[in-house]
């Protein structure tokens, strides 16, 4: 792994992040603004997943205009935190904060799909006074705990990291 | 004139609010967080109500309704924002306060705090005039498009200013 890391670290997209420039913080901010809009629409969902806002539109409705934003800009959150984390690539992965970042995404990511899959499957049907099973609000209120740690450790990664 | 800024920079940094910042290591990264965090909320609502605006999301409801939904969320986040903002720059005054991209992020939020009081005057004008509200101005879709979308371009303004802060430090 360490070997894969140092050789992306070395290649010219790792050497250009570190060296040219603005591009680290240009990247950084392409970064800042593309994950407040997804986290931003996540718990948008998620609120209303909970059945705490917004009630007098339906949970397939709220999905619906939020969850097109989450995934555009989760692509971009991608190309620019890959491009970041060529710039140390071994340094970011001996960073236990940054590990966890990804360990939280995936689990939030199988609660999304367990959701979509079981919980959620006739999603589309239900109406806005629409009584959400307990199984939902779980998923809702267990993406929103795993995106809060998500952003915590992107955002202390900056304290921890030795370059 | 730099030189009373300086002196109020040096005072705030000798109070005990500013030394509980400084010396607990946890407070910077947790007040950082909840920061972010906060952005997201305003980020993600004027993103609803300006792709509700422009017709891409939420046609089967109205501008109006949208704006309903997500504009008093932008004002429950700014005190926070406000709140946690403040406890950082106690921690490090010169830095923030002497910084001109900071500056330039309170000019910013301060004209989209009014453009955005602005896009929800102009979209509640124009639900009263749609509903055939006699007295109600007439205001016609593009005009709320367009600040919509300038409103929208002054959020993002400030949100990369905010990330520059760190970069300008002593320029
Ligand atoms: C939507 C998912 C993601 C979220 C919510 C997220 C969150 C964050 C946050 C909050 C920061 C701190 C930004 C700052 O204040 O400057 C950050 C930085 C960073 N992220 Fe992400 N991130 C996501 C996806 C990714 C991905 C997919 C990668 C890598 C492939 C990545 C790599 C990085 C790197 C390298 C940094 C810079 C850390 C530093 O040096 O300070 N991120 N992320
Ligand atoms: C009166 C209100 C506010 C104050 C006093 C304030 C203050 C601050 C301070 C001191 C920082 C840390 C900068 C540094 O030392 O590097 C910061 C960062 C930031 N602010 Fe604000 N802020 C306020 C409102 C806002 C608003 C309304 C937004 C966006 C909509 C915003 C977006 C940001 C962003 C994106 C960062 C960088 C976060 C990071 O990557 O860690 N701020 N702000």
């Known amino acids: 792994m360490e ?6 670290q070395n290649s010219p997209l790792g050497a250009a992040v570190r060296m040219q420039g603005d591009l680290f913080p240009i990247l950084e901010t392409i970064h800042v603004i593309s994950i407040t809009a997804t986290v931003g629409c996540i718990v948008i969902m998620d609120l209303r997943l909970v059945g705490l806002v917004w009630t007098k539109r339906s949970v397939g409705r709220v999905i619906g205009d939020a969850l097109p934003v989450v995934w555009i800009g989760f692509v971009i959150a991608l190309i620019s935190g890959f491009a970041l984390f060529a710039s140390h690539a071994v340094n970011y992965w001996r960073d236990s904060w940054f590990v966890w970042k990804f360990v939280f995404m995936a689990m939030a990511f199988v609660n999304q799909l367990v959701f979509h899959i079981i919980t959620g499957k006739d999603l589309h049907s239900w109406k806005a006074s629409f009584q959400l099973p307990v199984s939902a ?6 993406s929103l705990a795993l995106w809060i740690a998500i952003v915590a450790c992107g955002r202390m990664i900056g304290f921890t990291m030795d370059v | 004139m730099p030189s ?20 607990n290591e946890w407070v910077v990264p947790t007040l950082q967080t909840i920061h972010i965090l906060c952005v997201a909320i305003i980020m993600s609502s004027i993103v609803m109500i300006t792709l509700r605006i422009v017709g891409l999301i939420g046609k089967d409801e109205s501008v109006q309704a949208f704006a309903a939904r997500f504009l008093p969320w932008i004002w429950y986040t700014i005190p926070a924002l406000a709140i946690g903002g403040l406890l950082q720059i106690s921690a490090e005054p010169e830095r923030s306060l002497m910084n001109k991209i900071f500056q330039l992020k309170m000019v910013l939020l ?62």
């Not at chain 2, 009373?4 to 509980?20: A, G, P, Q, R």
């Open chain 1, 3 to 8: 070997q894969l890391f140092q050789w992306l």
């Open chain 1, 137 to 142: 609000k779980v998923a809702g209120a267990v």
């Open chain 2, 4 to 23: 009373s800024l300086h002196d109020f920079c040096l005072w705030v940094e000798k109070t005990n609010l500013s030394m509980f910042v400084k010396t």
């Open chain 2, 110 to 171: 301060v004209a989209a705090m009014g453009g955005t009081i602005f896009l929800g005057r102009k979209i509640s004008a124009s639900a009263a005039a749609a509903a055939g509200d006699a007295v109600a101005p007439a205001v016609n879709q593009v005009q709320v498009r367009l600040i919509g979308v300038a409103v929208f371009v002054l959020w993002i303004a400030i949100i990369v200013a905010g990330r520059w802060i760190a970069y300008a430090v002593g320029l």
